[in-house]
């Protein structure tokens, strides 16, 4: 199971390593799509499960598969709330009145509540060597986090998003538990304005680049001037390739260094994670999965997960101070079980 | 006898057995333990691909096995050896019919769901919405695009009096309301809103020879209001939209906006030649010959054709192919003789 030769060694680097392939996965891709259509959505919690399980079962750390448990049923009624809040959302939104502030008061109100559940579902359902992970975070922390910084990012024209995001990942990666091992997280707000400053300079000059061709043409227009059809059609073209670049070139960028940033100040117990993924590297791989997808009309989709997946995989490791082997479940692992129930029933995904 | 690894559910700690089948008893030794369950008490997690399965036990604990083959021969014969998904999703002729089902489906959506799904909702869209839809957009574009009629009076009025006396094509009087407008930047154009306001623009009546061909227009515009191409057109590029952003969604959201694109060009060409068919009826019943109209889309072509600026013109209304249009329109009989295909 080890590597290292030296007997009984302080730290060990244990990589991580995703077995999957895409062709393996393709089968699982388009049976659980045929499946989903054919019965017009319904098997999507079956499909989502038999995805998840495929992309944990496949990841390996140490010798051992991480494994996913999720009960379809409980996603199904998960979703059919969410859709009928949506729901809610859109006509709340689409025909304003009184019941549009009520409804979107309503929406922050459980909103919190709701992803704090998400958490605790995912965690829950995810094992690893027979031990189950746990999500412990308050609700009190949940509101603090979504509502306060949420709001304060909302105000701040996203100049607060930082802050938000280093609070998210506190209480995120800060409540949660692997067994009796509680993960740690050490990254403070300092950390993620030096990661994100480049990236907001980034993006605030690609929004300028984006939209003064087009208010100076409006501008144009509003003063009685025929627009030019060659400057119509520049600022058109403009606004598309600022939009790609943005999307396609700074968007893996800085995926990688938030990703860097956050598991190499994340810990389980005595035990860091280190990751050391590349910006060019997740470039290279998501632009030519942009390619591909688009030639092959989405069926290139499956290898390009799997490709992600494993570069990814690669570049995270965990430093084993003495053995894994050390961590046992919790003996509070039955209080996490009877607040499984509220979690079961909202399964949302976070992509934050 | 297979290799596996067991967990007790309490500590991380693996421990390296042999799983072997007794009976009806799964029996696990090897490194301290030494377990013998009832195959009824455990469950076998489904396989997927080549990863790892686990058989699970009642109170927790979990064997994990990757000999596939060695485990599916030692239990074919029970209960736990079921599953049909993975042997779908590894044989190649399934997967390949799979993919021919779902090429199929998306081909029969774009080009047959989708519209009669937007045929539904704009025919079972609420009148008053309709009508605040419409009001909405035209403040919009008053304020955005289009100035004010320049338009004599004593014209306008002329106008609007030979488009009252109109009869649809079934004879009944045509609901709607005419508005002048003027739009130096789009050119000779116009346009109908969902409630059936029809909007002339001054550099069209400018363009045309005579009031029969400005009538063809309107025949044209009523024409997308009797189908109600406007609802249609919203509802189905939205839901192109929200299918394309499900399709690519999680790949790229720049990729999720091109088919928008690319279907809308294909339905609105389908709408002109519709609204088409509807003026040419509605001129015949009105004593007009089609071909009058015919002969503006020439006029509008030759006028583009000298590069007559219109960069915004594709923006309200795509008129494509107007050659085309106006040979098909110039082919019809100039009188009722030939079937318009607009009959309600």
Redesign the interface.
Known sequence: MDSEPTPAPPVQTEPFRF???GG?????W??N??LT?VTLGLYSPWAKV?RL??FY??TELA???F?YHGKPWSILKGRLIALGLLLIYHFATTYLSVWTAVALVLIALVMPWLLRNAFRFRAHYSS????RFSFRGSLAGAYGVFLGYGALMFFTAYLAAPLFHQRLKRYQHGNAC??GSAFSFSAGVGRFYRTYLPFMVGFAVLFALAFLPIIGLSAS?KAGG??D?EA??AAGFGFLAV??FG??VLGPLFQAAIQNLIWNHTALGPHRFVSRLSGWRLLGITAS??VL??LTL??F?PW??VRVARYRASCTSLQVEGS??????DAGVEVAALGEETAELFDIDIGL | MLDAVYFDGRHARGHAVRVALDGDDLHVCGDGIERREPLATLRLSARIGRAPRTIAFADGASCELRDHAALEAMLRRTPLGRGWLHRAEADWKIVALAVVAIGLLAAATLVWGVPRGAQWIADTMPERMTRVLSEQSLDLLDRHLLHKSTLDPTRAADLTGAAEALRAPDGSQPVYRLEFRSAPDLGPNAFALPDGTVVLLDELVALADDDAQILGVIGHELGHVHHRHGLRLIAQNSAIGVLAAWWFGDVSTVLATAPTVLMQARYSRAFEAEADRYAAALMRVNGIAPARLGALLRKLDAQRGQGGADPLGGLLDSHPALLERARALESLPPDGAGRGGAEP
């Open positions: 077995n999957g392939s393996e996965y393709f089968g699982i388009i049976v799509l045929l259509l038999r399980q495929y079962r496949n010798g051992a598969p494994d690893y060597r027979g031990l692997f067994g227009a025929k627009p059809p119509v059609a939009f790609l999307a396609l999965n942009f997808v688009a989405g069926l989709m390009a997960a894994l082997d050390a961590i046992v479940a």
